[in-house]
């Protein structure tokens, strides 16, 4: 880094962080908000098309907040292990009086079709709104909006903990799997043969993981986080602007007005 590149990495850290896209600038909050609205209009208006629509709706975000590669990649693979399961599941085991075909004890009946899908679709919609979540909010993001919230900095870093920790056993376990590889052990193959390299990893990477949380331990008081003062951050988050605060109260009229409507019949 030279020195003329110093005064203007100081200067980035006296502003607001921005992402440099206007669904990704949002703030956490708002978005956690709009993703659980859209889950609710979509459950609350019945049916197997809504959720479908909200699904839907889903990828367009990620789409247009330049994330739709890695999202389309996790929820194929959500649709392929959770929804095709429960699709069949319910379709197989549905009683009903139109059978489709016939299979021995069980069959596929047109309203086992119907609940399968409505179910699956609801499932799948929160799978989906989670992973949008996840996919468009980082987690240091978050934990500073619910500090601004009044949340207490250590219930915040617990959460920020919890998922880096889910990252950092991943990744040291890739590691450590690279390492057998290279020593010779076999880690490639069939499902047993994998199992069988995966169980000896486990030792290194959970000893590897306690020693990552006694070094963050120390990091913590070093920089005095138990102090009773207020606490400061190096990320800031721009202000929630008026319009992001109108959306909200839009959707939650909307999922008021979706609840109400689909209790009453009304939709």
Same mark, same amino acid.
């Given at each position: 880094?030279?020195?003329?590149?110093?005064?203007?990495?100081?200067?980035?850290?006296?502003?607001?962080?921005?992402?440099?896209?206007?669904?990704?600038?949002?703030n956490?909050?708002?978005?956690?908000?709009?993703?659980?609205?859209?889950?609710v209009?979509?459950?609350?208006?019945?049916?197997?098309?809504?959720?479908?629509?909200?699904?839907?709706?889903?990828?367009?975000?990620?789409l247009f &907040?330049?994330?739709?590669g890695?999202?389309?990649?996790?929820l194929?693979?959500?649709w392929?292990?959770?929804?095709?399961?429960l699709?069949v599941?319910r379709?197989?085991? $549905?009683?009903?009086?139109?059978?489709?075909?016939?299979?021995?004890?069980?069959?596929? $009946?047109?309203?086992?079709?119907?609940?399968?899908?409505?179910?699956?679709?609801?499932?799948?919609?929160?799978?989906?709104?989670?992973?949008?979540?996840?996919?468009?909010?980082?987690?240091?993001?978050?934990?500073?909006?619910?500090?601004?919230?009044?949340?207490?900095?250590?219930?915040?870093y617990?959460?920020?903990?919890?998922?880096?920790?889910?990252?950092?056993?991943?990744a040291?376990?890739?590691?450590v799997?690279?390492a057998?590889k290279?020593?010779g052990?076999?880690?490639?193959?069939?499902?047993?043969?994998r199992?069988r390299?995966?169980?000896?990893?486990? &030792?290194?990477?959970?000893?590897? &993981?306690?020693?990552? $949380?006694?070094?963050?331990?120390i990091?913590?008081?070093?920089?005095?986080?138990?102090?009773a003062?207020?606490?400061?951050?190096?990320i800031?988050?721009?202000a $929630?602007?008026?319009?992001?605060?109108?959306?909200?109260?839009?959707?939650?009229? &909307?999922?008021i007005?979706?609840i109400?409507?689909?209790?009453?019949g009304?939709?």
């Amino acid at each position: 880094m030279t020195a003329t590149s110093l005064p203007e990495v100081a200067d980035g850290y006296r502003h607001p962080r921005a992402l440099g896209n206007p669904i990704l600038d949002l703030n956490p909050l708002t978005t956690l908000w709009v993703i659980t609205a859209l889950i609710v209009i979509g459950i609350a208006l019945g049916g197997w098309v809504p959720p479908l629509g909200v699904s839907a709706l889903f990828v367009l975000i990620a789409l247009f &907040a330049g994330r739709g590669g890695s999202y389309l990649s996790l929820l194929l693979k959500l649709w392929l292990a959770v929804g095709l399961i429960l699709f069949v599941l319910r379709a197989l085991l $549905t009683p009903g009086k139109q059978i489709l075909i016939p299979l021995g004890p069980i069959s596929v $009946t047109a309203e086992g079709i119907e609940l399968g899908l409505e179910f699956t679709m609801l499932v799948m919609s929160i799978c989906g709104g989670v992973t949008l979540f996840f996919a468009l909010v980082p987690m240091r993001r978050l934990t500073i909006a619910l500090e601004r919230l009044g949340v207490s900095p250590r219930a915040s870093y617990v959460i920020l903990a919890s998922f880096q920790a889910i990252t950092d056993l991943g990744a040291t376990a890739k590691v450590v799997l690279e390492a057998q590889k290279a020593r010779g052990v076999e880690t490639e193959g069939s499902l047993f043969v994998r199992v069988r390299a995966f169980f000896p990893v486990l &030792a290194p990477v959970f000893l590897s &993981a306690m020693s990552a $949380t006694e070094e963050r331990a120390i990091a913590l008081d070093a920089r005095a986080f138990n102090s009773a003062g207020k606490h400061t951050s190096l990320i800031e988050l721009p202000a $929630t602007p008026k319009w992001e605060i109108v959306l909200a109260a839009l959707l939650l009229l &909307a999922a008021i007005g979706a609840i109400v409507g689909g209790a009453l019949g009304w939709l």
